[in-house]
C-alpha cells in the first residue's frame, strides 16, 4: 500500500499544479491513437501507461514475416524460440513468466486453455495480415481480467480501405523457405472487406543445437486464412464478422544435447469465429459494443521410437476452446470524463491426453474434459483537467466458478507540458492470473484448491518530444511483484507456494523521417529475483531472462523507388538449466548480437523487389539452453500492389 499512497499524493500535487495554470493548449505531440491501454480510442498524450506500437509500415520497412520477430524489437520484452523459426517461442514481460502475458487478436483472447499454464505460444502468427500490435506494460487485468498479469500484447489485423486493394507476394531463401501471400482489401456498397491467405514453409535447422552433432533438420509448414467484414449501416451501426484459420506442421527435437530425432512432429490447428455489433446513442455520448467470440484449438504431437532413440515414444493430445461474450459500454456525457463500464463472461473447456515409453517405463495421463466459467465486471473513469492533466483510474470485480472472488484496480495518470513537448506519466495496478484447467483438475498434478497469482507493479516515466515530433526520446523505471505464484508440493501436486520480483529501466529513442532517414533504438535492464525462501534458485535470478537487450534500427529511403534497413539486435546474458543431469544445474548461457540487413526497390508502382540477410556475421548463439538457431540467412521476395 506504501506505493498506493506515494501515487495518491502525486496524483494530487499534479491536479494542483493543473489547476493553477488552468491551460486550454491544443496538442501537437502524441497525437498517436492507442486503443489498448483505456479499450476506446486514446491519444497517446492521454496515456499514462507504457505503451509501445508497431505499425504495418513499420513491418514493411524491416521486412519481417513473423510476429516473433516483430517482437524481438520491443523494449521491456524478451522472446525465445526453442529451435528456430516455428518452434515453441515464448515472449516474456518485464521478466514475468510468459504465461503472464495476455495475448489478444481482434478482440479475441488467444491463451491456450489446453496448456498446463496457459499460455501462449506465438510459432504460428505471421506478419501479412496485421495492421497493429499494442503492447502495454504493467498489469492490466483491471480491464481484461486473468492472464494480464504482467502486460498485454494486442494484435489488429486489416480492415477494408476504401479503395479496392489488391496483392500478392512470394519470398523465399536458405533452407528452402518459402511463403506466398494474397489479400484483398476494399467495400461494396455499405460492406467493407479484408481477406488475407497465406502459406509457408522451411526445411529448418536442427531444433537440437548443430554445433553437439545434431544434424538432422525440422523444418515447418504453415497456412493460415484470415476475413473481416464489417457492415457499416450508417455512422453510429456497424456490424462486423471476423474468421482465422491457422493450420501448421512441425518437426521437434528433443530437448537435450544430444536431441536428434527424426521422426518427433508437432501439428496444430486453430480456429477463431468473432461477431460484433456496435451502436452510438443520444449524439455520440452512449457508445455500445456488444461482441460473442469462439476459439478453439487443436494439437497433436507423436514422437515415435527410431534408431537413434529405441526405447522412447511418445503420443499427446490436447483440444481446447473459450467462449466469450463482452458487452462495453462507453458514456462521455460528463464534459472531460469518458466511462467505461462492461460485463465480460468466458468458458474455457479443454481436454487433453498423454502417453509415454521410456528406459523408466510406461507413463499415461488422461485430462478428461472440463469447463470453468468466469464473470468480470468493470468500470473506468478517463479524466481531462484543463488538457494537460489526464487521469485513468479503473476498478474490476471478477466471479471464478472454483475460486470464488478477485478485485483488480489501476490508475494510470499522465501530465502534459506543451510548451515543451514533455509527457510525465505513470501507473500503478494490480493483476491476476485464474488457475488453468490443468492445475486444476489433471488427476495427477491437479489441486482443486488453487487460488489465483497475484502481481502488484507500478511504473513512472517521461516522454520528450523535439521539433513536433521528429526527434522523440523517454526513458521508464518499472518495479513488479507476483505473489501466491503456482508451484508444486513434495507430491508434485499443484499448489500457490511461489513469490518473484521484477525491476528495471526501459529506454528509448527515435528520430523520424527526417531527410528520408529514421531511427529507433531502445534499451531494456531487467533485474528479477526468485524470492520464495524454499526455494533452491532462491534470491537467483529467473531463468531465460536476459538483464540487458537493446535493439537499434535504421530506416533510409534513398528516393521513391529504393530503401534500405539496419538492425542491431543485443541480448545479454541469460542463465538456464541442464535438465539432463540430477539435481538440474544452473548454467549461463553467453550474449551475443545480430545484425540484419534489408532492401527494397520499387521497379514499378505496383512491383517491389525485396532482399534481407538475417545474422549477417553469422554469430553462433543460444536462446534456450541445447536449441539451435538460425546461422546466415538469406532472403528475397516480389510482391505486387494493385
Known amino acids: 500500500m506504501k506505493h498506493f499512497y506515494s501515487f495518491l499524493t502525486i496524483y494530487l500535487l499534479l491536479q494542483f499544479i493543473v489547476s493553477a495554470q ?255 455489433f456496435i451502436a452510438s446513442l443520444f449524439n455520440n455520448n452512449w457508445q455500445q459494443q456488444l461482441s460473442v467470440s469462439l476459439m478453439k484449438q487443436f494439437s497433436h504431437s507423436i514422437d515415435l521410437k527410431d534408431l537413434m532413440h529405441p526405447d522412447l515414444s511418445s503420443d499427446s493430445y490436447n483440444k481446447a476452446q473459450r467462449v466469450k461474450l463482452d458487452w462495453q459500454n462507453n458514456l462521455h456525457f460528463i464534459e472531460n470524463n469518458l466511462i467505461t463500464f462492461g460485463i465480460e463472461s468466458e468458458t474455457e473447456t479443454a481436454r487433453t491426453s498423454y502417453y509415454s515409453t521410456s528406459e523408466w517405463g510406461p507413463f499415461n495421463s488422461v485430462f478428461p474434459e472440463q469447463s470453468i466459467r468466469t464473470t468480470g465486471i468493470y468500470l473506468q473513469d478517463q479524466i481531462n483537467i484543463a488538457n494537460s492533466f489526464f487521469t485513468t483510474v479503473g476498478l474490476r470485480y471478477d466471479n471464478n466458478q472454483r475460486f470464488g472472488n478477485v478485485t483488480t484496480f489501476r490508475i494510470a495518470p499522465a501530465f502534459l507540458i506543451n510548451s515543451t513537448g514533455t509527457k510525465l506519466r505513470m501507473s500503478y495496478g494490480s493483476g491476476f492470473k485464474a488457475p488453468s484447467l490443468f492445475y486444476l483438475f489433471d488427476p495427477a498434478f491437479g489441486n482443486p484448491n488453487l487460488q489465483p497469482e497475484k502481481s502488484n507493479g507500478w511504473d513512472l516515466g517521461i516522454d520528450q518530444s523535439f521539433e513536433s515530433g521528429q526527434y522523440n526520446f523517454g526513458i521508464t523505471y518499472f518495479n513488479l511483484v507476483l505473489d501466491n505464484m503456482f508451484g508444486f508440493d513434495s507430491n508434485f501436486r499443484t499448489v500457490n507456494i511461489a513469490k518473484a520480483s521484477s525491476r528495471g529501466i526501459e529506454f528509448t529513442a527515435s528520430i523520424i523521417n527526417v531527410r528520408d532517414f529514421s531511427l529507433s533504438a531502445n534499451y531494456t535492464f531487467t533485474e528479477t529475483k526468485d524470492d520464495y525462501e524454499l526455494s533452491p534458485d532462491y534470491n537467483k535470478p529467473l531463468l531465460r531472462r536476459p538483464k540487458q537487450q537493446a535493439n537499434f534500427d535504421i530506416n533510409y529511403r534513398v528516393n521513391d523507388k529504393t530503401s534500405f534497413n539496419f538492425q542491431l539486435h543485443y541480448v545479454g546474458k541469460r542463465d538456464d538449466k541442464d535438465f539432463s543431469t540430477f539435481p538440474a544445474s544452473r548454467v549461463s548461457i553467453p550474449d551475443y548480437t545480430l545484425v540484419n540487413i534489408a532492401s527494397s526497390y520499387k521497379l514499378f508502382d505496383y512491383l517491389e523487389l525485396t532482399a534481407r540477410i538475417e545474422n549477417l556475421f553469422n554469430k553462433q548463439y543460444e536462446e534456450a539452453l541445447y536449441y539451435g538457431t538460425l546461422g546466415r540467412s538469406f532472403y528475397a521476395g516480389v510482391k505486387f500492389d494493385f
Not at 65 to 92: M, Y
Not at 202 to 221: P, T
Request: no cysteine; glycine share 10%.
Open 22 to 276: 488552468q491551460s486550454d493548449s491544443v496538442k501537437t505531440i502524441f497525437k498517436e491513437i492507442v486503443v489498448t491501454a483505456t479499450k476506446t480510442e486514446t491519444p497517446y498524450y492521454a496515456i499514462g501507461s507504457s505503451v509501445s506500437i508497431i505499425t504495418s509500415n513499420q513491418i514493411s520497412e524491416r521486412h519481417l514475416q513473423t510476429v516473433v520477430d516483430i517482437l524481438r524489437e520491443v523494449p521491456g520484452l524478451s522472446v525465445i524460440e526453442q529451435g528456430g523459426p516455428g518452434k515453441l517461442s515464448n515472449v516474456f514481460i518485464r521478466g514475468a513468466n510468459s504465461n503472464h502475458t495476455l495475448v489478444v487478436v481482434d478482440g479475441i483472447t488467444m491463451n491456450d486453455a489446453s496448456s498446463p499454464n496457459n499460455a501462449f505460444d506465438f510459432s504460428s502468427l505471421n506478419s501479412n495480415d496485421i495492421d497493429r500490435i499494442e503492447i502495454v506494460r504493467g498489469p492490466q487485468s483491471t480491464l481484461y481480467g486473468s492472464d494480464a498479469i504482467a502486460g498485454i500484447i494486442n494484435i489488429i489485423t486489416k480492415q477494408g480501405s476504401d479503395k479496392p486493394h489488391y496483392s500478392f507476394s512470394t519470398y523465399g531463401g536458405s533452407n528452402n523457405y518459402y511463403k506466398g501471400n494474397l489479400s484483398a482489401l476494399g467495400t461494396f456498397g455499405i460492406l467493407r472487406y479484408a481477406i488475407n491467405a497465406s502459406r509457408g514453409g522451411s526445411d529448418g535447422v536442427s531444433a537440437s543445437d548443430s554445433k553437439f552433432g545434431n544434424l538432422e533438420k525440422d523444418g515447418n509448414r504453415n497456412n493460415s486464412f484470415t476475413s473481416r467484414f464489417d457492415l457499416v449501416m450508417n455512422q453510429n451501426t456497424k456490424f462486423d464478422l471476423i474468421y482465422k484459420f491457422t493450420k501448421m506442421e512441425t518437426s521437434l527435437d528433443q530437448g537435450e544435447k544430444f536431441g536428434d530425432d527424426p521422426n518427433y512432429t508437432y501439428n496444430i490447428e486453430e480456429q477463431l469465429f468473432k461477431a460484433g
